[in-house]
């Protein structure tokens, strides 16, 4: 009876010991914080997996025909950076040599930089061992840069010089400079990240400000088919870039809106923001 008694005060003891560390241990691995920044100061946040329609609706106005509305599944959560990668990011990781070549204050997006040399940055970043970097899939970044809305921009059906950096060239298309300049930024470039509001999800300068690479092939029609996880054809001559810039008007920051480019060139309206991966 003595024995039994003892066993029983034992697994109490234990049961006990094991609510308190439960209490006290990390969140189950399958928990996901919602921002991450890593060493470098590169801020990502969670975006959750879901559905949405890609492309644009035949009706959007400047809409064209390589924007073929669509559905699409993104089955899992990734994480986003909240920014463009910053002049001051890519010295960090790309070392001193690189200096002079990418000029411009710590806080500017890195620009002349082509989907080749993205690539050489994501191999020096992934050998930190901080996380797994990438470029996002043409389909991740609309996904992400929609926020969860329909219109042709994710705050609305129309753009304004308030809402994004474009149009701020005094050669080309100049609607813009004289707000952009009221903003103390100077004309004919980029502006600092996070100059403008954020989209729903915490994200800057999605619309507007630099080009971004993609890590797709581009591919000039979707289909109009539903597809999960689309990650463009196999091979191809030109990479996908998205979101505008300040070269040019507003209509080509709408989220739908598509380019491309030979991966080897450097344009001084083109950057790139990356995915860190959130399994």
């Known amino acids: 009876m003595v024995n039994i008694l003892r066993y029983s005060i034992g697994l109490s003891i234990l049961a006990f010991a094991a609510l308190i560390f439960c209490s006290l241990s990390p969140l189950p691995v399958n928990a996901k914080e919602k921002t991450i920044t890593n060493s470098i100061g590169m801020e990502f946040v969670l975006i959750p997996g879901g559905m949405f329609k890609m492309g644009s609706p035949q009706d959007e106005p400047n809409r064209r025909g390589n924007e073929i509305e669509h559905q699409v599944t993104i089955s899992k959560p990734f994480y986003m950076q909240t920014t463009e990668v910053t002049v001051k990011q890519w010295r960090a990781v790309m070392g001193k040599r690189f200096f002079f070549k990418k000029k411009g204050t710590?806080?500017?997006p890195v620009?002349?930089?082509?989907?080749?040399?993205?690539?050489?940055?994501?191999?020096?970043?992934?050998?930190?061992?901080?996380g797994v970097y990438r470029l996002p899939t043409?389909?991740?970044?609309?996904?992400?840069?929609?926020?969860?809305?329909?219109?042709?921009?994710?705050?609305?059906?129309?753009i304004d010089c308030k809402d994004a950096m474009y149009a701020n060239n005094t050669l080309k298309t100049d609607l813009c400079v004289?707000?952009?300049?009221?903003?103390?930024?100077?004309?004919?470039?980029?502006?600092?990240?996070k100059s403008y509001r954020p989209n729903a999800w915490g994200l800057y300068d999605m619309e507007g400000n630099v080009w971004e690479w993609c890590r797709d092939w581009y591919d000039r029609s979707y289909g109009k088919d539903a597809v999960i996880d689309p990650g463009g054809p196999s091979s191809g001559t030109d990479k996908v870039r998205r979101g505008g810039s300040w070269y040019?008007?507003?209509?080509?920051?709408?989220?739908?809106n598509r380019n491309l480019s030979n991966p080897a060139n450097r344009y001084q309206t083109t950057g790139f923001r990356l995915v860190r991966e959130a399994e």
Request: hydrophobic letters at 35%; proline letters at 4%.
């Open 178 to 193: 004289d707000y952009v300049r009221s903003k103390g930024l100077p004309a004919d470039q980029p502006a600092p990240v």
């Open 111 to 130: 620009v002349k930089v082509s989907w080749e040399d993205c690539i050489d940055f994501i191999k020096k970043l992934n050998a930190l061992n901080e």
């Open 248 to 256: 040019r008007s507003g209509s080509r920051c709408r989220c739908a």
């Open 138 to 158: 043409e389909a991740e970044w609309e996904y992400a840069c929609r926020a969860g809305t329909t219109s042709a921009y994710a705050w609305g059906k129309t």
């Open 106 to 108: 710590d806080h500017m």
